[in-house]
Protein backbone atom coordinates (compact mmCIF):
# COMPACT_ATOMS: atom_id res chain seq x y z
CA UNK A 1 0.00 0.00 0.00
CA UNK A 2 2.91 2.45 0.76
CA UNK A 3 4.71 1.82 -2.56
CA UNK A 4 1.29 2.22 -4.15
CA UNK A 5 0.81 5.78 -2.32
CA UNK A 6 4.43 7.07 -3.19
CA UNK A 7 4.02 6.09 -6.74
CA UNK A 8 0.86 8.29 -6.75
CA UNK A 9 2.09 11.30 -5.29
CA UNK A 10 5.35 10.49 -7.51
CA UNK A 11 2.84 10.61 -10.61
CA UNK A 12 1.19 13.26 -9.65
CA UNK A 13 4.46 15.56 -8.27
CA UNK A 14 5.15 14.85 -11.99
CA UNK A 15 1.84 16.29 -13.71
CA UNK A 16 2.06 19.67 -10.97
CA UNK A 17 5.82 19.90 -12.20
CA UNK A 18 4.47 20.06 -16.24
CA UNK A 19 1.55 22.18 -15.32
CA UNK A 20 3.94 24.67 -14.09
CA UNK A 21 6.56 24.52 -16.80
CA UNK A 22 3.94 24.18 -19.40
CA UNK A 23 5.07 27.19 -21.98
CA UNK A 24 3.07 30.10 -22.09
CA UNK A 25 0.41 30.67 -24.76
CA UNK A 26 1.02 34.20 -26.21
CA UNK A 27 -1.38 35.80 -28.81
CA UNK A 28 -1.67 39.47 -30.00
CA UNK A 29 -5.17 40.54 -29.63
CA UNK A 30 -6.60 43.27 -32.23
CA UNK A 31 -9.95 45.05 -32.58
CA UNK A 32 -11.59 47.83 -33.81
CA UNK A 33 -8.93 49.10 -36.43
CA UNK A 34 -11.43 50.87 -38.40
CA UNK A 35 -9.72 50.63 -41.47
CA UNK A 36 -10.53 53.10 -44.63
CA UNK A 37 -7.95 53.55 -47.82
CA UNK A 38 -5.94 56.04 -47.45
CA UNK A 39 -6.33 57.23 -44.29
CA UNK A 40 -4.45 56.64 -40.62
CA UNK A 41 -5.84 53.45 -39.66
CA UNK A 42 -4.61 52.00 -42.53
CA UNK A 43 -0.54 53.00 -42.55
CA UNK A 44 -1.27 52.10 -37.97
CA UNK A 45 -2.89 48.46 -39.17
CA UNK A 46 0.16 48.39 -41.32
CA UNK A 47 2.59 49.06 -38.53
CA UNK A 48 0.86 46.93 -36.16
CA UNK A 49 1.86 43.54 -38.94
CA UNK A 50 5.31 44.60 -38.81
CA UNK A 51 5.78 44.76 -35.50
CA UNK A 52 3.84 41.50 -35.11
CA UNK A 53 5.78 39.51 -36.94
CA UNK A 54 9.43 40.97 -35.06
CA UNK A 55 7.63 39.38 -31.79
CA UNK A 56 7.40 35.99 -30.68
CA UNK A 57 3.06 34.94 -30.64
CA UNK A 58 1.10 31.78 -31.45
CA UNK A 59 -1.27 33.24 -33.36
CA UNK A 60 -3.17 36.51 -33.38
CA UNK A 61 -7.16 37.51 -32.79
CA UNK A 62 -9.19 40.28 -34.24
CA UNK A 63 -12.90 41.00 -32.69
CA UNK A 64 -14.18 43.14 -34.95
CA UNK A 65 -14.98 46.46 -36.76
CA UNK A 66 -11.89 45.82 -39.29
CA UNK A 67 -13.82 48.92 -41.44
CA UNK A 68 -15.28 52.24 -41.20
CA UNK A 69 -18.85 51.77 -43.06
CA UNK A 70 -17.96 47.74 -44.62
CA UNK A 71 -17.34 48.41 -47.90
CA UNK A 72 -15.41 46.21 -50.23
CA UNK A 73 -12.71 48.53 -50.72
CA UNK A 74 -12.16 48.81 -46.48
CA UNK A 75 -12.61 44.69 -46.53
CA UNK A 76 -10.05 44.60 -48.91
CA UNK A 77 -7.83 46.87 -48.00
CA UNK A 78 -7.82 44.84 -44.67
CA UNK A 79 -7.22 41.78 -46.11
CA UNK A 80 -4.37 43.01 -48.01
CA UNK A 81 -2.42 44.03 -44.98
CA UNK A 82 -3.30 40.90 -42.59
CA UNK A 83 -2.37 38.80 -45.21
CA UNK A 84 1.09 39.74 -44.30
CA UNK A 85 0.66 38.39 -40.82
CA UNK A 86 3.08 35.28 -40.32
CA UNK A 87 0.89 34.06 -37.89
CA UNK A 88 -2.47 32.43 -38.11
CA UNK A 89 -5.40 34.60 -37.84
CA UNK A 90 -9.01 34.17 -36.36
CA UNK A 91 -11.03 36.82 -37.36
CA UNK A 92 -14.76 37.69 -36.57
CA UNK A 93 -16.98 40.58 -37.92
CA UNK A 94 -18.11 43.88 -35.77
CA UNK A 95 -20.91 46.20 -36.36
CA UNK A 96 -19.81 48.10 -38.41
CA UNK A 97 -18.78 45.19 -41.10
CA UNK A 98 -22.49 43.91 -40.67
CA UNK A 99 -24.47 46.77 -40.51
CA UNK A 100 -23.90 48.75 -43.85
CA UNK A 101 -22.06 46.27 -45.61
CA UNK A 102 -22.48 47.00 -49.66
CA UNK A 103 -22.48 43.16 -49.92
CA UNK A 104 -24.77 41.97 -47.37
CA UNK A 105 -21.91 40.47 -45.15
CA UNK A 106 -20.91 38.42 -48.05
CA UNK A 107 -17.66 40.10 -49.03
CA UNK A 108 -16.44 39.29 -45.40
CA UNK A 109 -17.12 35.96 -45.63
CA UNK A 110 -15.62 35.57 -49.06
CA UNK A 111 -12.47 36.59 -47.78
CA UNK A 112 -12.76 35.38 -44.41
CA UNK A 113 -13.55 31.51 -45.04
CA UNK A 114 -16.70 32.15 -42.20
CA UNK A 115 -18.11 34.86 -39.71
CA UNK A 116 -17.19 32.30 -36.91
CA UNK A 117 -14.31 29.96 -35.71
CA UNK A 118 -13.31 27.12 -33.46
CA UNK A 119 -9.97 26.56 -32.88
CA UNK A 120 -7.70 24.57 -30.26
CA UNK A 121 -4.45 25.30 -28.66
CA UNK A 122 -3.17 23.49 -25.97
CA UNK A 123 -5.84 23.04 -23.52
CA UNK A 124 -7.92 25.88 -24.44
CA UNK A 125 -10.16 25.89 -26.79
CA UNK A 126 -10.81 29.59 -28.38
CA UNK A 127 -14.71 30.29 -29.85
CA UNK A 128 -15.66 33.41 -31.99
CA UNK A 129 -18.74 34.36 -33.17
CA UNK A 130 -20.61 37.08 -34.90
CA UNK A 131 -22.72 39.30 -32.76
CA UNK A 132 -24.54 41.83 -35.56
CA UNK A 133 -26.31 44.10 -35.97
CA UNK A 134 -27.59 42.57 -39.47
CA UNK A 135 -27.81 45.09 -42.60
CA UNK A 136 -29.80 47.99 -39.82
CA UNK A 137 -29.17 49.70 -36.70
CA UNK A 138 -29.87 48.00 -33.40
CA UNK A 139 -28.40 46.01 -30.58
CA UNK A 140 -26.07 43.35 -31.23
CA UNK A 141 -27.72 39.81 -31.46
CA UNK A 142 -26.24 36.51 -31.52
CA UNK A 143 -28.16 34.56 -34.06
CA UNK A 144 -30.35 31.42 -33.05
CA UNK A 145 -28.12 29.21 -35.59
CA UNK A 146 -24.89 30.73 -34.20
CA UNK A 147 -26.23 29.51 -30.97
CA UNK A 148 -27.18 26.21 -31.72
CA UNK A 149 -23.84 25.60 -33.04
CA UNK A 150 -22.06 27.21 -30.27
CA UNK A 151 -24.08 24.94 -28.08
CA UNK A 152 -23.24 21.82 -30.91
CA UNK A 153 -19.61 22.48 -31.09
CA UNK A 154 -19.00 22.67 -27.08
CA UNK A 155 -20.71 20.17 -26.38
CA UNK A 156 -19.21 17.66 -28.57
CA UNK A 157 -15.42 18.90 -28.46
CA UNK A 158 -15.01 19.92 -24.16
CA UNK A 159 -13.67 17.46 -22.72
CA UNK A 160 -12.20 17.26 -18.89
CA UNK A 161 -9.51 19.68 -18.40
CA UNK A 162 -10.10 22.01 -21.29
CA UNK A 163 -11.14 25.65 -20.54
CA UNK A 164 -13.04 27.66 -23.41
CA UNK A 165 -11.84 31.96 -24.37
CA UNK A 166 -15.07 33.16 -26.15
CA UNK A 167 -14.35 35.89 -28.14
CA UNK A 168 -16.70 38.12 -30.12
CA UNK A 169 -17.07 42.08 -30.95
CA UNK A 170 -19.86 43.47 -28.02
CA UNK A 171 -19.34 42.79 -24.87
CA UNK A 172 -21.59 39.89 -23.24
CA UNK A 173 -24.23 42.50 -21.28
CA UNK A 174 -26.09 45.43 -22.29
CA UNK A 175 -26.06 46.14 -25.96
CA UNK A 176 -26.02 42.57 -26.78
CA UNK A 177 -29.81 41.51 -26.86
CA UNK A 178 -29.69 38.02 -25.60
CA UNK A 179 -26.71 37.46 -24.13
CA UNK A 180 -28.14 35.91 -21.32
CA UNK A 181 -28.58 33.41 -24.15
CA UNK A 182 -25.53 31.73 -23.83
CA UNK A 183 -23.52 32.83 -20.86
CA UNK A 184 -24.75 29.94 -18.66
CA UNK A 185 -24.21 27.58 -21.61
CA UNK A 186 -20.54 28.44 -21.81
CA UNK A 187 -20.03 28.57 -17.87
CA UNK A 188 -21.23 25.09 -17.99
CA UNK A 189 -18.56 24.37 -20.60
CA UNK A 190 -16.10 25.84 -18.05
CA UNK A 191 -15.47 28.94 -20.00
CA UNK A 192 -12.99 30.99 -18.03
CA UNK A 193 -12.50 34.19 -19.98
CA UNK A 194 -14.41 36.06 -22.72
CA UNK A 195 -13.05 38.73 -24.84
CA UNK A 196 -14.64 41.48 -26.99
CA UNK A 197 -14.12 45.14 -28.40
CA UNK A 198 -16.22 47.55 -29.17
CA UNK A 199 -15.65 49.82 -25.97
CA UNK A 200 -12.00 50.80 -27.94
CA UNK A 201 -10.76 50.93 -23.95
CA UNK A 202 -9.03 47.93 -22.07
CA UNK A 203 -11.47 47.48 -19.23
CA UNK A 204 -12.57 44.61 -17.22
CA UNK A 205 -15.99 42.80 -17.33
CA UNK A 206 -18.20 40.94 -15.85
CA UNK A 207 -20.31 38.75 -18.16
CA UNK A 208 -22.97 37.03 -16.39
CA UNK A 209 -20.36 35.82 -13.90
CA UNK A 210 -17.50 34.98 -16.86
CA UNK A 211 -14.64 36.99 -16.56
CA UNK A 212 -14.06 39.47 -19.68
CA UNK A 213 -11.69 42.11 -21.26
CA UNK A 214 -12.59 44.39 -24.19
CA UNK A 215 -9.66 45.19 -26.14
CA UNK A 216 -8.13 48.66 -26.84
CA UNK A 217 -8.99 49.62 -30.40
CA UNK A 218 -6.19 50.18 -32.67
CA UNK A 219 -6.75 53.30 -33.02
CA UNK A 220 -4.31 56.18 -31.34
CA UNK A 221 -5.54 57.55 -27.70
CA UNK A 222 -4.02 58.93 -24.49
CA UNK A 223 -2.49 61.95 -26.33
CA UNK A 224 -0.22 59.87 -29.03
CA UNK A 225 -1.33 59.54 -32.69
CA UNK A 226 0.17 56.05 -32.30
CA UNK A 227 -1.54 53.02 -32.74
CA UNK A 228 -1.36 50.48 -30.53
CA UNK A 229 -3.13 46.46 -29.86
CA UNK A 230 -3.34 44.20 -26.62
CA UNK A 231 -1.29 41.03 -26.08
CA UNK A 232 -2.85 37.92 -23.88
CA UNK A 233 -0.42 36.04 -22.25
CA UNK A 234 -1.63 32.22 -20.63
CA UNK A 235 0.50 30.34 -18.30
CA UNK A 236 -0.14 28.87 -15.45
CA UNK A 237 -3.75 28.92 -15.57
CA UNK A 238 -3.38 32.62 -15.27
CA UNK A 239 -4.53 35.42 -17.98
CA UNK A 240 -1.68 37.91 -17.96
CA UNK A 241 -2.67 41.33 -19.60
CA UNK A 242 -0.86 44.19 -21.51
CA UNK A 243 -0.95 47.64 -23.55
CA UNK A 244 0.99 47.69 -26.44
CA UNK A 245 1.47 50.86 -28.09
CA UNK A 246 3.24 50.90 -31.21
CA UNK A 247 7.36 51.27 -31.25
CA UNK A 248 6.92 51.30 -27.23
CA UNK A 249 7.18 48.88 -24.51
CA UNK A 250 4.47 46.60 -23.09
CA UNK A 251 2.81 48.21 -20.31
CA UNK A 252 0.78 45.78 -17.79
CA UNK A 253 -2.87 45.41 -17.54
CA UNK A 254 -4.13 43.26 -15.31
CA UNK A 255 -2.98 39.36 -14.40
CA UNK A 256 -5.84 37.26 -12.38
CA UNK A 257 -6.70 33.28 -12.01
CA UNK A 258 -8.93 31.47 -14.34
CA UNK A 259 -9.53 28.91 -11.96
CA UNK A 260 -11.98 31.67 -10.30
CA UNK A 261 -13.91 34.40 -10.46
CA UNK A 262 -12.37 36.73 -8.08
CA UNK A 263 -11.47 38.82 -10.56
CA UNK A 264 -15.15 40.17 -11.27
CA UNK A 265 -15.86 39.59 -7.82
CA UNK A 266 -16.87 43.36 -7.47
CA UNK A 267 -17.96 44.22 -10.70
CA UNK A 268 -21.87 43.90 -11.37
CA UNK A 269 -23.11 42.29 -14.53
CA UNK A 270 -25.72 43.62 -16.56
CA UNK A 271 -29.26 43.72 -15.58
CA UNK A 272 -31.35 40.21 -17.01
CA UNK A 273 -34.08 41.59 -19.27
CA UNK A 274 -37.54 42.77 -17.50
CA UNK A 275 -40.84 41.61 -18.43
CA UNK A 276 -42.67 43.14 -15.81
CA UNK A 277 -44.02 45.51 -18.07
CA UNK A 278 -46.50 42.72 -18.82
CA UNK A 279 -47.69 42.45 -15.77
CA UNK A 280 -49.35 45.59 -15.75
CA UNK A 281 -51.12 44.83 -18.69
CA UNK A 282 -52.12 41.43 -18.26
CA UNK A 283 -55.10 42.03 -21.22
CA UNK A 284 -52.68 42.02 -24.39
CA UNK A 285 -51.52 38.63 -25.21
CA UNK A 286 -50.78 37.98 -28.71
CA UNK A 287 -53.23 34.67 -29.94
CA UNK A 288 -50.34 33.77 -32.39
CA UNK A 289 -47.11 32.87 -31.39
CA UNK A 290 -44.37 31.40 -34.05
CA UNK A 291 -40.75 30.48 -33.14
CA UNK A 292 -38.44 30.01 -36.22
CA UNK A 293 -35.13 28.05 -35.42
CA UNK A 294 -33.26 30.39 -37.18
CA UNK A 295 -33.02 34.71 -37.00
CA UNK A 296 -35.30 36.93 -38.79
CA UNK A 297 -34.28 40.13 -40.07
CA UNK A 298 -38.03 41.04 -42.68
CA UNK A 299 -41.19 42.13 -41.72
CA UNK A 300 -44.17 39.56 -41.01
CA UNK A 301 -46.86 39.61 -44.56
CA UNK A 302 -49.74 38.53 -43.25
CA UNK A 303 -51.56 37.29 -46.70
CA UNK A 304 -55.18 35.83 -46.71
CA UNK A 305 -55.17 32.97 -44.58
CA UNK A 306 -51.09 32.80 -44.64
CA UNK A 307 -48.71 34.94 -42.82
CA UNK A 308 -44.89 34.81 -44.85
CA UNK A 309 -41.85 35.71 -43.95
CA UNK A 310 -37.28 35.14 -44.71
CA UNK A 311 -35.33 33.72 -41.69
CA UNK A 312 -31.65 34.28 -41.51
CA UNK A 313 -30.66 31.23 -43.15
CA UNK A 314 -31.90 32.32 -46.99
CA UNK A 315 -35.79 30.39 -46.20
CA UNK A 316 -38.83 32.03 -46.65
CA UNK A 317 -41.69 30.42 -45.24
CA UNK A 318 -45.24 30.51 -45.66
CA UNK A 319 -47.45 29.56 -41.99
CA UNK A 320 -51.01 28.86 -41.88
CA UNK A 321 -52.11 31.57 -40.19
CA UNK A 322 -54.80 29.39 -37.81
CA UNK A 323 -52.39 26.43 -36.91
CA UNK A 324 -48.58 27.74 -37.96
CA UNK A 325 -48.43 24.45 -40.18
CA UNK A 326 -45.50 25.43 -43.20
CA UNK A 327 -47.72 25.79 -46.43
CA UNK A 328 -44.28 25.97 -48.04
CA UNK A 329 -40.73 27.11 -47.70
CA UNK A 330 -38.27 28.18 -50.18
CA UNK A 331 -34.09 27.94 -49.90
CA UNK A 332 -32.13 30.88 -51.24
CA UNK A 333 -28.61 31.66 -50.78
CA UNK A 334 -27.56 33.86 -47.97
CA UNK A 335 -30.10 36.03 -45.16
CA UNK A 336 -33.46 37.02 -46.33
CA UNK A 337 -33.01 40.85 -45.52
CA UNK A 338 -36.04 42.42 -48.04
CA UNK A 339 -39.45 41.72 -46.53
CA UNK A 340 -41.42 39.87 -48.97
CA UNK A 341 -44.25 41.69 -51.12
CA UNK A 342 -47.26 40.33 -52.28
CA UNK A 343 -49.58 41.34 -55.45
CA UNK A 344 -51.59 39.77 -58.34
CA UNK A 345 -51.33 36.65 -56.35
CA UNK A 346 -47.26 36.42 -56.66
CA UNK A 347 -44.88 37.19 -53.62
CA UNK A 348 -41.71 38.67 -55.12
CA UNK A 349 -38.47 37.97 -52.56
CA UNK A 350 -34.90 39.82 -52.80
CA UNK A 351 -32.31 37.96 -52.23
CA UNK A 352 -28.39 38.58 -51.45
CA UNK A 353 -26.82 36.61 -54.09
CA UNK A 354 -28.74 39.30 -56.59
CA UNK A 355 -32.14 37.94 -57.50
CA UNK A 356 -35.55 39.09 -57.26
CA UNK A 357 -37.99 36.34 -57.31
CA UNK A 358 -41.38 36.23 -58.37
CA UNK A 359 -43.13 33.09 -56.31
CA UNK A 360 -46.43 31.44 -56.48
CA UNK A 361 -48.41 32.85 -53.24
CA UNK A 362 -49.86 29.61 -52.89
CA UNK A 363 -47.78 27.13 -53.39
CA UNK A 364 -43.95 29.03 -53.60
CA UNK A 365 -43.46 27.66 -57.16
CA UNK A 366 -41.81 29.91 -59.51
CA UNK A 367 -42.96 32.40 -61.48
CA UNK A 368 -40.18 34.29 -62.78
CA UNK A 369 -36.42 34.87 -61.63
CA UNK A 370 -34.62 38.61 -62.53
CA UNK A 371 -30.95 38.48 -61.96
CA UNK A 372 -29.96 42.36 -60.72
CA UNK A 373 -26.21 41.46 -59.94
CA UNK A 374 -26.28 43.36 -56.81
CA UNK A 375 -27.39 42.25 -52.79
CA UNK A 376 -30.72 42.96 -52.56
CA UNK A 377 -31.95 44.16 -48.96
CA UNK A 378 -34.20 46.63 -49.55
CA UNK A 379 -38.41 46.42 -49.25
CA UNK A 380 -39.80 47.93 -52.84
CA UNK A 381 -43.68 48.75 -53.05
CA UNK A 382 -45.95 46.93 -55.05
CA UNK A 383 -48.73 49.04 -56.78
CA UNK A 384 -51.14 47.60 -59.49
CA UNK A 385 -48.55 44.97 -61.68
CA UNK A 386 -45.50 47.28 -61.07
CA UNK A 387 -42.93 46.58 -58.35
CA UNK A 388 -40.31 49.51 -57.26
CA UNK A 389 -37.82 48.45 -55.28
CA UNK A 390 -33.74 49.93 -55.06
CA UNK A 391 -31.36 46.95 -55.44
CA UNK A 392 -27.83 46.99 -54.11
CA UNK A 393 -25.70 50.52 -54.52
CA UNK A 394 -26.42 51.29 -57.72
CA UNK A 395 -30.12 50.61 -58.87
CA UNK A 396 -33.41 51.13 -58.69
CA UNK A 397 -36.13 49.14 -60.70
CA UNK A 398 -39.69 49.66 -62.10
CA UNK A 399 -40.66 45.57 -62.51
CA UNK A 400 -43.69 44.21 -64.27
CA UNK A 401 -44.59 42.09 -61.43
CA UNK A 402 -46.89 39.01 -63.42
CA UNK A 403 -43.17 38.44 -65.32
CA UNK A 404 -40.28 39.71 -64.05
CA UNK A 405 -39.98 42.25 -67.06
CA UNK A 406 -37.94 45.31 -66.42
CA UNK A 407 -40.62 48.69 -67.23
CA UNK A 408 -37.32 50.71 -66.73
CA UNK A 409 -33.91 51.43 -64.43
CA UNK A 410 -31.92 54.06 -63.00
CA UNK A 411 -28.45 53.33 -61.53
CA UNK A 412 -27.56 56.70 -60.82
CA UNK A 413 -27.40 55.63 -56.93
CA UNK A 414 -23.96 54.82 -55.46
CA UNK A 415 -24.44 53.66 -51.93
CA UNK A 416 -27.21 50.85 -49.97
CA UNK A 417 -31.28 51.28 -50.92
CA UNK A 418 -32.67 50.01 -47.61
CA UNK A 419 -35.47 51.97 -46.81
CA UNK A 420 -39.08 51.57 -48.15
CA UNK A 421 -40.22 53.81 -51.00
CA UNK A 422 -42.93 56.08 -50.77
CA UNK A 423 -44.68 57.27 -54.28
CA UNK A 424 -47.48 59.64 -55.38
CA UNK A 425 -49.36 59.14 -58.73
CA UNK A 426 -46.15 60.77 -60.15
CA UNK A 427 -43.17 60.43 -58.40
CA UNK A 428 -41.04 57.55 -56.57
CA UNK A 429 -38.82 58.86 -53.24
CA UNK A 430 -36.70 56.92 -51.71
CA UNK A 431 -32.89 57.21 -49.60
CA UNK A 432 -29.77 55.80 -50.28
CA UNK A 433 -26.69 55.68 -48.11
CA UNK A 434 -24.65 57.55 -50.34
CA UNK A 435 -26.23 60.91 -48.72
CA UNK A 436 -29.06 61.39 -51.17
CA UNK A 437 -32.99 61.48 -51.20
CA UNK A 438 -34.02 60.63 -54.71
CA UNK A 439 -37.27 61.91 -56.38
CA UNK A 440 -37.79 59.81 -59.86
CA UNK A 441 -40.60 60.49 -62.39
CA UNK A 442 -42.65 56.97 -61.69
CA UNK A 443 -43.70 56.40 -65.44
CA UNK A 444 -39.92 56.46 -66.83
CA UNK A 445 -37.32 56.59 -64.27
CA UNK A 446 -35.92 59.81 -64.65
CA UNK A 447 -34.20 61.68 -62.13
CA UNK A 448 -35.99 64.72 -61.09
CA UNK A 449 -34.11 65.90 -57.83
CA UNK A 450 -31.88 64.43 -55.64
CA UNK A 451 -31.22 66.11 -51.83
CA UNK A 452 -28.44 65.98 -49.33
CA UNK A 453 -28.33 67.47 -45.95
CA UNK A 454 -24.55 69.02 -47.06
CA UNK A 455 -22.57 66.83 -44.71
CA UNK A 456 -20.28 64.27 -46.05
CA UNK A 457 -20.69 61.94 -43.37
CA UNK A 458 -22.24 58.73 -44.91
CA UNK A 459 -23.71 57.35 -41.94
CA UNK A 460 -26.02 60.33 -41.63
CA UNK A 461 -27.43 59.57 -45.07
CA UNK A 462 -31.28 58.40 -45.46
CA UNK A 463 -30.42 55.19 -46.62
CA UNK A 464 -32.55 53.35 -43.95
CA UNK A 465 -35.84 55.71 -44.22
CA UNK A 466 -39.39 55.56 -45.41
CA UNK A 467 -40.39 58.60 -46.29
CA UNK A 468 -43.46 60.58 -45.81
CA UNK A 469 -45.07 62.23 -49.28
CA UNK A 470 -48.31 64.61 -48.17
CA UNK A 471 -49.34 68.05 -48.83
CA UNK A 472 -46.69 68.63 -51.03
CA UNK A 473 -44.09 67.75 -49.16
CA UNK A 474 -41.56 65.32 -48.61
CA UNK A 475 -40.50 64.25 -44.62
CA UNK A 476 -37.79 62.05 -43.25
CA UNK A 477 -36.16 61.71 -40.14
CA UNK A 478 -32.34 60.12 -40.92
CA UNK A 479 -29.17 59.18 -38.30
CA UNK A 480 -28.48 62.94 -38.44
CA UNK A 481 -31.37 63.72 -36.06
CA UNK A 482 -32.87 65.90 -38.09
CA UNK A 483 -36.40 65.52 -38.99
CA UNK A 484 -36.83 67.83 -42.76
CA UNK A 485 -39.38 68.88 -44.80
CA UNK A 486 -38.75 68.67 -48.84
CA UNK A 487 -40.59 70.60 -51.52
CA UNK A 488 -41.81 67.79 -53.46
CA UNK A 489 -41.39 69.38 -56.91
CA UNK A 490 -38.23 71.10 -56.26
CA UNK A 491 -36.51 69.02 -53.87
CA UNK A 492 -35.46 72.41 -51.98
CA UNK A 493 -35.65 72.16 -48.40
CA UNK A 494 -38.52 73.96 -46.44
CA UNK A 495 -37.34 73.31 -42.53
CA UNK A 496 -35.38 71.44 -40.82
CA UNK A 497 -35.65 70.89 -37.43
CA UNK A 498 -33.57 68.60 -34.57
CA UNK A 499 -35.10 70.08 -31.25
CA UNK A 500 -36.45 66.69 -30.71
CA UNK A 501 -33.86 63.60 -31.36
CA UNK A 502 -35.34 61.50 -34.17
CA UNK A 503 -33.56 58.87 -35.67
CA UNK A 504 -35.34 56.65 -39.02
CA UNK A 505 -38.88 55.54 -37.38
CA UNK A 506 -41.44 57.80 -38.97
CA UNK A 507 -44.83 57.32 -39.92
CA UNK A 508 -48.08 59.71 -41.54
CA UNK A 509 -50.73 59.49 -40.19
CA UNK A 510 -53.83 58.18 -42.65
CA UNK A 511 -55.41 61.42 -43.01
CA UNK A 512 -51.67 63.23 -44.04
CA UNK A 513 -52.28 65.88 -41.01
CA UNK A 514 -49.52 64.44 -38.91
CA UNK A 515 -46.10 62.62 -39.42
CA UNK A 516 -45.20 60.79 -36.24
CA UNK A 517 -41.71 59.92 -35.07
CA UNK A 518 -40.45 57.75 -32.15
CA UNK A 519 -37.70 59.51 -30.45
CA UNK A 520 -34.51 58.65 -29.11
CA UNK A 521 -35.51 58.85 -25.44
CA UNK A 522 -38.77 57.83 -23.88
CA UNK A 523 -41.22 59.59 -26.51
CA UNK A 524 -43.26 59.21 -29.50
CA UNK A 525 -43.96 62.78 -31.44
CA UNK A 526 -46.79 64.15 -34.13
CA UNK A 527 -45.35 66.68 -36.16
CA UNK A 528 -47.67 69.11 -38.45
CA UNK A 529 -47.54 68.04 -41.73
CA UNK A 530 -48.72 71.50 -42.99
CA UNK A 531 -47.35 74.23 -40.81
CA UNK A 532 -44.38 76.46 -42.42
CA UNK A 533 -41.89 75.40 -39.69
CA UNK A 534 -41.83 72.41 -37.64
CA UNK A 535 -44.29 72.40 -35.17
CA UNK A 536 -45.19 69.91 -32.38
CA UNK A 537 -48.98 68.67 -32.26
CA UNK A 538 -48.58 66.78 -29.03
CA UNK A 539 -46.57 64.11 -28.04
CA UNK A 540 -46.86 60.87 -25.67
CA UNK A 541 -44.43 59.50 -22.93
CA UNK A 542 -43.79 55.73 -23.49
CA UNK A 543 -41.02 55.30 -21.16
CA UNK A 544 -39.31 53.15 -23.65
CA UNK A 545 -35.52 54.26 -22.46
CA UNK A 546 -32.81 55.22 -25.08
CA UNK A 547 -33.95 53.93 -27.91
CA UNK A 548 -32.67 53.52 -32.01
CA UNK A 549 -34.55 50.62 -33.80
CA UNK A 550 -35.21 52.04 -37.16
CA UNK A 551 -38.61 49.80 -37.28
CA UNK A 552 -41.42 52.44 -38.66
CA UNK A 553 -44.51 53.25 -36.89
CA UNK A 554 -48.36 52.11 -37.93
CA UNK A 555 -51.64 53.80 -37.34
CA UNK A 556 -54.09 51.73 -37.41
CA UNK A 557 -57.82 52.14 -36.30
CA UNK A 558 -57.21 55.10 -34.17
CA UNK A 559 -54.05 54.04 -32.22
CA UNK A 560 -50.26 54.32 -33.14
CA UNK A 561 -48.09 51.27 -32.56
CA UNK A 562 -44.31 51.60 -32.23
CA UNK A 563 -41.90 48.87 -31.85
CA UNK A 564 -38.11 49.24 -30.22
CA UNK A 565 -35.03 47.23 -30.27
CA UNK A 566 -35.70 45.47 -26.79
CA UNK A 567 -38.61 44.24 -27.93
CA UNK A 568 -41.25 46.55 -26.42
CA UNK A 569 -45.01 47.14 -29.10
CA UNK A 570 -46.59 49.75 -27.83
CA UNK A 571 -49.83 51.11 -28.20
CA UNK A 572 -50.76 55.02 -28.45
CA UNK A 573 -54.51 56.04 -27.87
CA UNK A 574 -54.05 59.06 -31.03
CA UNK A 575 -57.07 60.62 -29.75
CA UNK A 576 -55.88 61.18 -26.21
CA UNK A 577 -52.34 61.09 -27.01
CA UNK A 578 -51.67 58.45 -24.09
CA UNK A 579 -50.25 54.82 -23.49
CA UNK A 580 -53.36 52.50 -23.94
CA UNK A 581 -50.67 49.45 -23.50
CA UNK A 582 -47.29 48.27 -23.71
CA UNK A 583 -46.37 44.42 -24.62
CA UNK A 584 -42.68 43.03 -24.11
CA UNK A 585 -42.75 40.93 -26.87
CA UNK A 586 -39.17 40.10 -26.66
CA UNK A 587 -35.82 41.03 -26.56
CA UNK A 588 -34.58 41.94 -29.83
CA UNK A 589 -35.46 44.57 -32.22
CA UNK A 590 -39.04 44.57 -33.67
CA UNK A 591 -37.94 44.33 -37.49
CA UNK A 592 -41.90 45.84 -38.38
CA UNK A 593 -45.67 46.11 -37.38
CA UNK A 594 -47.95 45.57 -39.97
CA UNK A 595 -51.98 45.38 -40.07
CA UNK A 596 -53.89 42.28 -41.70
CA UNK A 597 -57.17 42.86 -43.65
CA UNK A 598 -58.77 42.74 -39.98
CA UNK A 599 -57.07 45.04 -38.55
CA UNK A 600 -55.01 42.65 -36.41
CA UNK A 601 -51.53 43.57 -35.63
CA UNK A 602 -48.48 41.51 -37.07
CA UNK A 603 -45.04 41.94 -35.63
CA UNK A 604 -41.55 39.72 -36.30
CA UNK A 605 -38.54 40.09 -33.99
CA UNK A 606 -34.80 39.32 -34.66
CA UNK A 607 -34.74 36.39 -32.51
CA UNK A 608 -36.82 34.72 -35.02
CA UNK A 609 -40.75 35.16 -33.48
CA UNK A 610 -43.32 36.11 -35.40
CA UNK A 611 -46.75 37.64 -32.98
CA UNK A 612 -50.37 38.72 -33.98
CA UNK A 613 -52.41 40.67 -31.75
CA UNK A 614 -55.94 41.34 -31.59
CA UNK A 615 -57.39 44.75 -33.65
CA UNK A 616 -59.17 45.40 -29.84
CA UNK A 617 -57.48 44.77 -26.54
Not at 230 to 244: C, G, M, P, W, Y
Not at 489 to 513: C, F, H, L
Amino acid sequence: MRKLLTGILIIFGALQARAQTAAPIRFAFLTDIHVSPGIPSEKGLAGIVSEINTQPFDFVVLTGDLTNTGTDAELNAVHTILKNLKYPLYVIPGNHETNWSESAAQTFVRLWGNDRFYFEKDKYIFVGYNTGPYMKMGDGHIKEEDIHWLKKTLSQRVTPGKTVISLCHYPLGDGLDNWQNITGFLQSKNTRLALCGHGHKLSVHNFGGIPGVMGRSSLPYKGTDLPGYNIVTLRNDSAIFQEKTLMQEAVPFKAFSLQNADAIKDVKPSPLPDYSINDKFPQVKPVFTFQDTSASFTGPLPLETQVIFGNSQGEVIALNAANKKVNWRRQFTGSIYATPLAGKGIITVGTVDGYIHGLDAKTGRDKWKLPVTEPVISEGIVEGDRLYIGVGSHAFYCININNGKVFWKNDSMNGQMQGKPATTDKEIVFGAWDRHLYCLNKATGELKWKWNNGSQQKLYSPGNVKPAIVNGRVFIVAPDRYMTAIDLSTGQTIWRNNRYRVREAMEVSPDGKAVYAKLMEDTVIAVSTSAPAMELLWYADAKYGYEHNPCPLLESNGTLYAGTKNGLLIAIDVATHQVKWTHKAGNSSINKIVADKNGDIWISLIEGKLQKFPRKV
